[in-house]
Structure formats: structure tokens, C-alpha cells
């Protein structure tokens, strides 16, 4: 069974900088593309970066430029990290892998605000 764990999240001024981390269990991490998406309040939720089994990257615009994301297979860990950060960055942020399982992690909430 695949399990997604999400860490890292918290309050944080606008400006700052959050690192989250998401470890990874049930699959062979070194096989998929990881990715991550976030869910605002009152929104659905939607991708933001995915990082690929070379280590390519692709970003969503609102986050490119301030977001990086990476991953470490030897820990089945993807991170992502998080700068410059805005209000608008205030959501839950999960992982998951490419293809997407449908089940998901609980999530990590970043929220921001001064």
C-alpha cells in the first residue's frame, strides 16, 4: 500500500521561506516522477511542480522562480522548497507521484500571513 507522508508546514511571514518534505512508502520510489500540488481554501486542488526520475523539474508559473522542487532516492523523499513566499502560497500542499494515486496524504498546511 502506497503511503504518502507530507511534513514541514507552518506559519510563516510573508516574504519567508518553508521547507516541506514528503517520505514516500509502497513503492518503488526511483521508477516515477514526483509531484507536488496545493489546495487553497474554498478551491480545488491543483499541481504546482514535478520533479522527474533524472532529476528534471517543471513548475506551474505563479511558483517558478520561488519553489524548487527535488528528491533524494535514497530516503523515498521528494522536497520541496519554498521562498519568497505570498498570502496567496496559503494552502494544504501534498505529494503524490506521477501517475497520481487516488488516495492521498493527510497534507502539510502553510499558511501566510503577518
Known amino acids: ?3 504518502f ?4 508546514g507552518g506559519l510563516v511571514e ?4 518553508l521547507r516541506l518534505s514528503c517520505t514516500v512508502t509502497g ?8 509531484r ?7 478551491n480545488q486542488r491543483e499541481w504546482i511542480a514535478t520533479v522527474a526520475r533524472n ?5 506551474e508559473s505563479s511558483v517558478k522562480g520561488r519553489f524548487t522542487i527535488s528528491r533524494d532516492n535514497a530516503k523515498n ?11 496567496e502560497d496559503t494552502a494544504v500542499y501534498y505529494c503524490n507521484k506521477f501517475p497520481e494515486e ?4 493527510q497534507g502539510t498546511r502553510v499558511t501566510v500571513s503577518s
Open 14 to 17: 510573508p516574504g519567508g521561506s
Open 77 to 87: 523523499t521528494v522536497y520541496l522548497q519554498m521562498d519568497s513566499l505570498k498570502p
Open 5 to 8: 507522508v507530507e511534513s514541514g
Open 27 to 34: 513503492i518503488d520510489f526511483d521508477s516515477y516522477s514526483m
Open 55 to 59: 532529476g528534471a523539474t517543471v513548475y
Open 102 to 105: 487516488q488516495s492521498w496524504g
Open 1 to 3: 500500500q502506497i503511503q
Open 36 to 42: 507536488w500540488s496545493r489546495q487553497a481554501p474554498g
